[in-house]
């Protein structure tokens, strides 16, 4: 068991992430191309991945991320980027010593190949091949599915957002995941290795993930910013593709609900007061409210009160709904 003790100071110092972490989701997902575990979630997508990605790509990545135990802290920054592109730059900026440091760690959990060995002496030929193996990886197995990812995302970010803002800190750590525990002042993380991490005034960033499966997960080096990943809840659907055509007059939750009131399905998934869910589906703030009301009798969003306006925001129920959203359009 992982046991994170946290400060009264960490406690005013916990952040939720608003979008998903790019090379969080590379990595994550390359544990589970490897495994065959959420046949339902994730098989469509694994058969999309073996049949795009390069194998040469594949296999190097494959090499640094076994499915269980220990991949490099390297692969996931622990500095917040805006993009994957900032995100690889970090990457392979990595400082020699590190990548040293931490591919040899690596060797402990399965034996060094002449692939790790390159890379550990930090030269600009092998992480020049490092960047483009992510790069075609990214390509196929995370691009076309980031905006379902970050619509998942951003909708438990919601959720919990509101839980912090109604409820406080204490209610956000009790009800991050089945397999997290909060026993005040520390928060205990099962199936972890067990081991004590102690924040110090340091706070912590909780990161929601959509290819983080069954358990939390954090960088190993104590020493870095504290980053504890978490699953959002999965349900078949989460991953479609985007569609570079938009086909309006076959979108089957516009055929359901009317192109409308699907608009301001979607709107509410970041959380919206009715001024601004009229301003995101261009509509005036009566109608808004109208289809706010008809989505919220439904079980579709949730209104409370906030401050001297309401904020609409996306329900379980809503976003299942919302992950057929363009079934149709492009196969997983």
Not at 81 to 110: G, I, N, V
Not at 182 to 201: E, H, I, K
Not at 249 to 255: A, I, V
Not at 270 to 297: M, Y
Request: charged share 20%; with cysteine.
């Amino acid at each position: 068991m992982l046991r994170i003790h946290f400060t009264p100071r960490d406690l005013t110092r916990v952040t939720v992430a608003t979008t998903p972490a790019p090379l969080w989701e590379v990595l994550l997902s390359l544990h589970m191309l490897q495994l065959a575990e959420g046949k339902l979630i994730f098989d469509d997508w694994r058969r999309h991945v073996r049949t795009t990605v390069a194998p040469d790509q594949l296999r190097l990545l494959l090499e640094l991320t076994p499915p269980k135990g220990y991949s490099p802290d390297f692969l996931t920054p622990a500095e917040s980027a805006p993009d994957f592109d900032t995100a690889l730059e970090q990457t392979l900026a990595t400082p020699r010593q590190q990548l040293h440091s931490q591919l040899d760690l690596l060797a402990q959990y399965r034996p060094a190949s002449p692939w790790t060995r390159e890379l550990a002496q930090g030269g600009r030929t092998s992480m020049a091949k490092l960047g483009r193996a992510i790069q075609t990886y990214h390509e196929a197995a995370i691009a076309p599915y980031w905006k379902s990812i970050g619509t998942h995302v951003s909708a438990d970010h919601a959720h919990r957002g509101e839980a912090l803002a109604r409820h406080g800190v204490h209610r956000l750590l009790s009800s991050l995941h089945p397999r997290v525990r909060w026993v005040a002042p520390v928060l205990q993380v099962l199936d972890m290795n067990d081991r004590d991490l102690y924040l110090d005034g340091r706070g912590i960033e909780l990161q929601p993930s959509a290819f983080c499966w069954q358990v939390p997960t954090k960088l190993r080096d104590p020493d870095l910013k504290p980053i504890l990943v978490y699953p959002i809840q999965h349900a078949p659907g989460i991953l479609r593709q985007a569609s570079a055509e938009p086909v309006p007059s076959s979108d089957p939750l516009g055929s359901l609900l009317g192109s409308t009131r699907a608009a301001a399905l979607e709107a509410t998934v970041s959380g919206c007061t009715t001024t601004e869910l009229a301003r995101r589906c261009n509509i005036s703030p009566a109608a808004a409210s109208h289809q706010a009301t008809v989505l919220r009798e439904a079980g579709l969003i949730t209104t409370r009160r906030s401050g001297a306006s309401v904020r609409h925001e996306i329900t379980q129920l809503g976003i299942w709904l919302l992950s057929g959203h363009g079934s149709n359009r492009a196969p997983t």
